[in-house]
């Protein structure tokens, strides 16, 4: 995975049947084989007691919390802001990454703001090794962060119709989210972000299947 560098030996093949596949690599005489966790973003109603939004942050996966880094919690009443600007279409999303090979450090940092000026924002590492982290690989963190946040609001807050403006530096990553991926072969997963495009895709998928909410 990117989160541990250690491979495991497997002995089942007849698990790869129920694996998603996102990469295969051949390297040192050994087959290895990245695969999708299979995760929903926007699961049915947890049966767990959530009283806030961080509640839900908690109750993510170790790996996906890592995935979207450090957040800075706004109070409640800024979160509802963020709430009534996503519903009437001026809410703003915005993430970055930036890779900065001296240092052998890579970041990415994600925000997403209401009309009003009240905001929720984060950061944190992307994970890897010297020669797989790319500025392509820390914009796509950046953007499934933010949409991961995104969907947590979803979900807490119930929200089922609205716009979400996002924003982005990175051409490719923008290309990916406008044609959501209409152009989605196995051969686009290969490399170290292939995981990360797996998810944002996954993440893009049901918030159309489970809403009404846009985004641009």
């Known amino acids: 995975t990117r989160f541990l560098l250690q491979a495991y030996l497997l002995e089942d093949t007849s698990l790869l049947g129920q694996a998603r596949v996102v990469d295969i690599t051949y390297k040192n005489g050994s087959i290895y084989i990245v695969s999708q966790r299979g ?12 009283a806030c939004l961080q509640d839900l942050y908690n109750n993510l996966s170790p790996e996906l919390q890592r995935l979207i880094g450090q957040v800075e919690w706004p109070m409640p009443h ?12 001026t809410a703003i999303g915005v993430s970055d990454g930036s890779v900065r090979t001296k240092i052998d450090k890579a970041t990415h940092a994600w925000i997403i703001q209401a009309s009003n000026g009240s905001e929720i924002c984060g950061s944190g590492p992307v994970d890897g090794t010297d020669d797989a982290r790319t500025s392509h690989q820390a914009e796509l963190q950046g953007m499934a962060a933010l949409f991961l946040i995104f969907s947590l609001f979803i979900k807490y807050y119930k929200i089922t119709r609205g716009k979400f403006l996002t924003f982005c530096d990175n051409q490719a990553v ?16 290969k490399g170290p972000d292939g995981d990360l495009q797996a998810l944002l895709r996954q993440i893009t998928q049901e918030i159309r299947q489970e809403t009404d909410i846009r985004h641009a």
């Open 39 to 50: 995760q929903d973003i926007l699961p049915g109603p947890d049966t767990s007691e959530v």
């Open 78 to 89: 800024e979160m509802i802001d963020i709430v009534t600007s996503v519903t009437n279409g």
């Open 174 to 189: 923008i290309n990916k989210l406008q044609n959501r991926w209409r152009i989605w072969k196995y051969r686009y997963t």
